[in-house]
């Protein structure tokens, strides 16, 4: 006949009295373990969040500034053997390209338009604000002829040719304004070359570095 299995016996009470006791304590520290991981979560997210906002709000470009187009309104030449010459009346748009999170002050400048080196005529950029993020845009009337090109230059040649290459550059001095604290100077360079269609009178080419 099968013998049935006898009661199990239950543990000591000494063992049931330490689980009892080792309970509090387990959870206990499982919480500080959950709290310090969260401090450390905190302090990465806050690491990366500071990292980005140097990379992006508080990092500085220099605004680019340039001649964005020219109408040429009366264009004079002569093309002869002693005495080649040019008179040349345009208006022009320029461009002054805000690429940061402040506003960028600029005082006021000069824009010089050379041949071959040497200066032919000069416009007055009137100091202005270009806003966050934004480009601004400026018209300039201006007469360039040749009364200081030499006569032992290859004007004449150039003229024959049917174009001829002006410069025109230029410097701002500025302020970027970031978050109405921090103001960082920051100048703007201008240098940019154009090619002249003589017969049809309009800007061929225009070239900005």
Same mark, same amino acid.
């Given at each position: 006949m099968e013998q049935k299995p006898g009661p199990t016996n239950p543990p000591p009470p000494s063992n049931i009295e330490s689980a009892v006791a080792q309970s509090p304590e387990l959870r206990r520290k499982n919480r500080i373990k959950l709290v310090m991981l969260y401090i450390v979560l905190f302090i990465v997210f806050q690491i990366l969040v500071i990292t980005a906002f140097d990379l992006t709000v508080m990092r500085i470009r220099r605004p680019k500034y340039r001649i964005h187009s020219i109408n040429i309104q009366n264009l004079s030449i002569n093309n002869s053997t002693n005495s080649p010459s040019f008179s040349m009346k345009f208006n022009a748009e320029?461009?002054?390209?805000?690429?940061?999170?402040?506003p960028y002050k600029f005082e006021n400048s000069f824009l010089t338009f050379s041949y071959k080196g040497i200066s032919v005529?000069?416009?007055?950029?009137?100091?202005?604000?270009?806003k966050v993020f934004s480009t601004k845009k400026m018209k300039i009337s201006l007469t360039v002829d040749s009364e200081s090109v030499s006569r032992n230059s290859n004007l004449g040649r150039e003229i024959s040719?049917? &174009?001829?290459?002006?410069?025109?550059?230029?410097?701002? &001095?500025?302020?970027?304004?970031?978050?109405?604290v921090i103001k960082k100077n920051k100048a703007a360079k201008m240098n940019c070359s154009m090619i002249i269609d003589l017969a049809k009178k309009v800007v061929q080419e225009t070239r900005c570095d």
């Open positions: 320029i461009i002054v390209k805000n690429r940061n999170f402040g005529g000069e416009a007055v950029i009137s100091r202005s604000t270009a040719s049917g &174009r001829l290459e002006f410069n025109g550059a230029s410097n701002l &001095r500025g302020q970027v304004e970031l978050m109405k």
